[in-house]
T-cell receptor, first 108, second 117 residues
Framework: GQNIDQPTEMTATEGAIVQINCTYQTSGFNGLFWYQQHAGEAPTFLSYNVLDGLEEKGRFSSFLSRSKGYSYLLLKELQMKDSASYLCAVLNDYKLSFGAGTTVTVRA | GAGVSQSPSNKVTEKGKDVELRCDPISGHTALYWYRQSLGQGLEFLIYFQGNSAPDKSGLPSDRFSAERTGGSVSTLTIQRTQQEDSAVYLC???????????????FGEGSRLTVL
């Protein structure tokens, strides 16, 4: 089975940093994805980790520890447009299983 | 096409009616997925296609739900005798596939919002 946990909500101030944690227990593992989803829109790809370590892409970074079943998404220099839901998803063979998502609210 | 296209974008129907939701994946993507997202919830896996075959239908909630894919391209999700609990956004996604796994990200369509009255 798949169990993917992430916090329900987070609030941060514009310009600050927020870290969204994701823990997973899955029957198999081929990689971990982070997606961003604005209200009423389709999820869009942010990052993909298959090996342990940190992947940096502009203001966004994602970290993976396979031995701990743990990942985080780091959002730096927060902007108002970063207010969205962030979805952690684990890939097992062909199947991408999603957590419930973390709603991030950025305040001025 | 340039992206995954879904239709209709919105569908309001009466309880007991049948509905069909359509997905046009990115050209050349052999893997196609249907997910369901209820208000404030995560994405719930429904079914996976590899080409025209559906090796995993484990997420379909009941036998009222069915899906097919033709020509390795367009897919249709059919819900018969709709119930109010079927109200949700139905998302389609496609991806490249090789070596037993997807080779990149899943590209999602904008979704079909179904409301059953």
């Amino acid at each position: 089975g798949q169990n993917i946990d992430q916090p329900t909500e987070m609030t941060a101030t514009e310009g600050a940093i927020v870290q969204i944690n994701c823990t997973y227990q899955t029957s198999g593992f081929n990689g971990l994805f982070w997606y961003q989803q604005h209200a009423g829109e389709a999820p869009t790809f942010l990052s993909y980790n298959v090996l342990d370590g940190l992947e940096e892409k502009g203001r966004f970074s994602s970290f993976l520890s396979r031995s701990k079943g743990y990942s985080y998404l780091l959002l730096k220099e927060l902007q108002m447009k970063d207010s969205a839901s962030y979805l952690c998803a684990v890939l097992n063979d062909y199947k991408l299983s999603f957590g419930a998502g973390t709603t991030v609210t950025v305040r001025a | 096409g340039a992206g995954v296209s879904q239709s209709p974008s919105n569908k309001v129907t009466e309880k007991g009616k049948d509905v069909e939701l359509r997905c046009d994946p990115i050209s050349g993507h052999t893997a196609l997925y249907w997910y369901r997202q209820s208000l404030g919830q995560g994405l719930e896996f429904l079914i996976y296609f590899q080409g025209n075959s559906a090796p995993d239908k484990s997420g379909l909630p009941s036998d009222r739900f069915s899906a097919e894919r033709t020509g390795g391209s367009v897919s249709t999700l059919t819900i018969q005798r709709t119930q109010q609990e079927d109200s949700a956004v139905y998302l389609c996604a496609s991806s490249d596939f090789a070596g037993g796994t997807i080779t990149g990200e899943l590209f999602f369509g904008e979704g079909s919002r179904l409301t059953v009255l």
